[in-house]
């Protein structure tokens, strides 16, 4: 059974450079979203970039097999792609808690949730480098974020992932987790 590994956690956990590290770029699912694209960020390769109408007509035609919301912005994997990503192989997706738990209704044990833990005061470090304006609002959401880890940790299915290490030993732990 080919599975869709999720990973889950605050903005500036890590999640989709572990991701990236960890799987090919064909494997990865392209999400739509209504954010605009970070720095580098490529319409098709990064996400399916969108307006908010856009995405309320995707949505009114049932096209999402999860949708949400975070930081004020939509999120959402089409029924079509994740349902062809999983007849050719395993596959994966940065994502939300409610987006994993939707799935996971729809699929079960075929989406497969990574969790990076990480520290606020770390997060903060992290984002101050990325874009700094962005600092208070983000740690904001931090305290939601350890409120989803208690849910996740109801599925016996989920990796846990120390985040306060290197990307290569988050790599080499997700390895481990999944041998």
Known sequence: MNHCYLFIGPSGSGKTS?????????????SYTTRAPRKGEKHGTDYYFVSKKEFEQMVQQEQFAEYDTYDGQFYGIAKATLQN???????????????????HRLFGNQMVPIWINISKETIIDRLEKRDASEVARRSAIFQQDQENLALLRKFPNLIEINGETSLDDMLAQLQQALN
């Open 85 to 103: 990503a999983l007849a050719v192989g395993d596959c994966y997706d940065p994502i939300t808690t409610t987006g994993f738990i939707n799935l």
């Open 18 to 30: 572990l991701a990236e590290r960890a799987f090919s770029p064909e494997q990865k699912i392209i």
